[in-house]
Structures are given as C-alpha cells and as structure tokens.
C-alpha cells in the first residue's frame, strides 16, 4: 500500500476505533471524572467542527464530562512551560509539533511518553511514516526518532491558491515549471497587478523561501536542515537560489515591498478580495477561502517543478506529565481518529489522515487532499523553515525583510542566518 493510500484507508476496517486489542478491552470507565481539554481551533474550522463531535461521542462512551476550554495558540505557546508543570495542566492538549515547541517540552520532562497508548490503539498504523516524524522524539527533544510524545490526527501543507477568473481574464495557465511560475509572474506585473500577495512580517514569506530552496534540494538536504544530521551550507545551491530569488521577486515587483509590515491576515484578506491572483500558504487557510471568497472562483496547485513543499502532520494531541486521566485522554484521541471524525475533517477543508476515501464527499475538498496524497506518495513533506530552533522563525523573518528592505544583500543575509541558526542548535544540543 503506499502512503497515499494508507492516509485514506488507515481506518477502513471500522469505525469503532483503535486496534483489536483496544477493543477488546472495551471502552474507558470515566463515570465521575472529567476531562479538560485545550485547543486553539474555532467552531468552524475543520478540526473544530470534527472534534466538536469526537467530544459528544466520547462522553457518551465514557460516561465522563469534558471541560473544554479554548485558548489561543499564542497563548498555549507563550505559557506552556510554565502551565504543565504546574497543577493546572489540562488532561489533554493541542500543541504545536517540532524541535522547537513540543521536543522542546518532551525534553523537559513536561509531555507524557504515549508508546503504551500508541500499541494499544494501533496509531502507529494509521499514520504514514512521514507524518509519524513529527510525534517522535529523543532525549534531546529532536524530532523523528525516539518515543511517541503527540499523535497529529490531521495533516497540512503548503500549496499555491490562485484566482482562476484573473488567470483566464489574462490567459495564464496553471504553470508546471519554475519558468512557467515566473512567466505568469511577469504577466500579471505587466498588467499593473501584483501578482503575490505576501507578508514577511509573519510566516508566508519565509515559507514561500524555503519552498524555492525545496526546489533545488534533495530529502538529504532536508534532513540536515530540520534533523541535524549533516551540516547545512548557509551559501550552497539551495538556500541561495531562495534568497536570490526572493530579492530578485522583490525587485521586479513580483512581491510588495510593503510586504515587509504585512502580517499573515493582512495577506489572506488581500487574497479574498481579489486584490493578488496568488496567495502562496497553507491548506489550513482552505476552509475559510471556500466559506469567505464571494467575487470569483479560486483552485489550488502544488508549487511547479519541485517534488517537495512545506508541511507535515497537523497540530498534535498532547498529554502532559501531570494529566490526572491520561486513560481518558488516550480514549479521546483514538475516537478523533476514527473514520466518522476523520470524514468531518476532510468534509470540512481539513487534511484527515486516516479516513476512508469514499467518506470524502466535498469536491473542493477531495482536491485539497488530493494535493496532499500527491506529496506523501512521493516523500515530499518537507516540513517548515522556522522549526530547527525556538528563535529561528523570528530570527528567519527579521533576515527577509532586510533583504528586501535592500540594507543587507543576499549573501550577507544568509551568513547572518546561518550564524544564528548553528547557535540554535547548540543550545539544543547542551
């Protein structure tokens, strides 16, 4: 079975959940207790809409109450160390996966080691192995090996969504290649229109730039950048081809210098209002698109002549150290990774992992997970710019907003990134 396959089918066998052994020992005991749950999705987002469910289905099988208590993800992000491991940590969470935010606390000692839970429930089954990089890590809180410490039950990836009524009003094709990206580029420029709508203020831009690196770069480069398993050379083929091309972009008026102070919203909102024909980002904006987008009609490609983009598994489920019912939240879990979850995910603009295929009714939808399925088929998950260290994402967005402020060149940005990135990694490895 390939990967593709496995992330649609991983549950096909029921939708009673978990493995046989779960089974058999039959469902959670939770009468008089309860479960206090933390996520930062709204009521309407894909993830919201399924696990607004998966609460319903888990009280009634259970017999214990949920206290849900939504946070926001700066707020779970900014207090996390501090909150689990106090007495006010929460059974369960949603938390960010990498080396710099869930490694980070899997390190410390504040997330609960869940290897038990993942062979009772089978989660290692449902999960392709390219998915399963980010629940892992070691000693030193580096992703991709070690004990499970999150179970992500939805995907996500980064993928161009572009405005069809622009591209025919201009006869721009769906391009295919790297010269055929700029050729539309410059079409549009040549119009009058910008033809990105961009922030590098927040994560578009730097995501957009780790994209063109992916486009000159191999799994072994990827690898070194986000495992450390080599080192990464901050002036080699990949990273300056991004750079350069960033520049270039920003000097041909391709991006915005404006962009410098835009932040992510700011470009979302550019795109729904028709005002760029491309908005290079995450599947995570794909819902809201589909809900909020009025004037025209708008599709989505993976980005052209690269076999690689930016993403990996969703957000994770995870349990702290200091959880008082970890057996109720392994339960909940397992039941948002069922089929009839997972459907609500997929049905919704989400990313499902283990849903069965024909459960995906939703065209738009089907396209979006189509998308995906193309990229784990292959090994293309190359996860994000930001992750190899907990200051790099600010770090990465201060570097381009000088390149395309023009106060350093593209050379000088790279050795000043590199700097701070090698400095990161020390401070991991102590």
Known sequence: MTAAAALLTGCASGSSGGSTTAASSGPVDGTGKTLTLWDFESDTSAMGIAWNEAIKVFEKETGAKVKFEAKSFEQIRSTASQVLNS????????????????????????????????????????????????????????????????????????????NKDM??????AIPTTQAEFEAALKTFKDAG???????????????????????????????DYQLYTGDVDWQGKELTYATNTIKDWTDKGYISKDATGTKAEDAGTAFIAGTNPIFFSGSWWYNRFTTEIKGFNFGTFLYPGATMSPGSSGNMWVVPEKAKNKDLAAAFIDITMRPEIQALIGNNGGVPVAANAADITDPKSQELIANFNTLTARDGIGFYPDWPTPTFYDQLNAGLQELMNGTKS????LSELGTEYNDGIKDIKK
């Not at 591209?167 to 721009?172: D, G, H, L, R, T």
């Not at 593209?410 to 940005?413: A, L, Q, W």
């Open 87 to 162: 007495d006010q940590a929460p059974d369960i969470l949603e938390y960010n996966k990498g080396n710099a935010t869930a490694g980070l606390l899997a390190s410390q000692g504040l997330l609960s080691n869940l290897d038990d839970y993942v062979s009772q429930y089978g989660w290692d089954a449902k999960l392709a192995p390219s998915l399963q990089t980010t629940a892992k890590y070691d000693e030193n809180g580096i992703m991709g090996s070690g004990s499970w410490y999150g179970v992500p039950n939805y995907g996500e990836f980064v993928e161009a969504y572009y």
């Open 410 to 413: 593209s050379k000088d940005v």
């Open 167 to 172: 591209f025919a009003k201009y006869n721009v």
């Open 193 to 223: 229109i910008t033809p990105l709508s961009e922030s590098a203020a927040e994560y578009p831009l730097g995501q957009l730039w780790y994209q063109l690196a992916l486009t000159k770069a191999d799994r072994s480069f990827v690898n």
